[in-house]
């Protein structure tokens, strides 16, 4: 697996953004999908990868800088059929990486609840995230999570 920063221009990665975007509105109310669509994913604030196995594009994520000390994870997705095969694990462990050498003492991030969230929040959990506060702009409703990990 190679990841790599990604300007956003390939028809696979528009495919797999369009498709993220899909099932969070499939799987969250009307005023609790904060996902950005590719446009906002190209603003200078976030960072883009892509995770591919030669020319096969196995899912994507981001990191929104916030300011000196804090980053925001953005639009984690694996593609379906490469579900369960380490891709979310990596790219996080990736984005993580890149926010430590920015001098990031926090990573935070925004998700929904119920079972479509279910795998991510465990990812998350896994990796040392814990529950915690809205942050940024977000206003913390019923259905929204925010998880915090200490750089």
Same mark, same amino acid.
């Given at each position: %697996? /190679?990841?790599?920063?990604?300007?956003?221009?390939?028809? #696979? $990665?528009?495919?797999?953004?369009?498709?993220?975007? &899909?099932? %969070?509105?499939? !799987?969250?109310? +009307? !005023?609790?999908?904060?996902?950005?669509?590719?446009? #906002?994913?190209?603003?200078?604030?976030?960072?883009?990868? /892509?995770?591919?196995?030669?020319?096969?594009?196995? @899912?994507?994520?981001?990191? +929104?800088?916030?300011?000196? &000390?804090?980053? &925001?994870? +953005?639009? %984690?997705?694996?593609?379906?059929?490469?579900?369960? +095969?380490?891709?979310?694990? *990596?790219?996080?462990?990736?984005?993580?990486? $890149? *926010?430590? *050498?920015?001098?990031? #003492?926090?990573?935070?991030?925004?998700?929904?609840?119920?079972? *479509?969230?279910?795998?991510?929040?465990?990812?998350? #959990?896994?990796?040392?995230?814990?529950?915690?506060?809205?942050? @940024?702009?977000?206003?913390?409703?019923?259905? !929204?999570?925010?998880?915090?990990? &200490?750089?």
């Amino acid at each position: %697996m /190679t990841i790599v920063e990604d300007d956003l221009t390939g028809t #696979r $990665v528009g495919a797999l953004l369009r498709s993220h975007l &899909e099932q %969070m509105h499939l !799987n969250a109310p +009307k !005023n609790s999908v904060f996902a950005f669509d590719i446009d #906002r994913l190209r603003a200078p604030d976030v960072s883009f990868w /892509t995770a591919w196995d030669d020319d096969a594009l196995l @899912g994507c994520g981001a990191l +929104k800088h916030l300011d000196a &000390e804090h980053g &925001e994870i +953005k639009s %984690m997705r694996t593609a379906p059929t490469h579900l369960r +095969k380490g891709v979310a694990s *990596a790219l996080l462990d990736h984005i993580v990486r $890149v *926010a430590r *050498a920015r001098g990031y #003492r926090r990573v935070s991030l925004e998700t929904g609840s119920g079972p *479509a969230f279910d795998a991510a929040l465990s990812l998350y #959990r896994l990796r040392g995230f814990v529950d915690g506060v809205a942050f @940024g702009d977000y206003d913390r409703g019923a259905f !929204n999570q925010f998880l915090h990990l &200490e750089l």
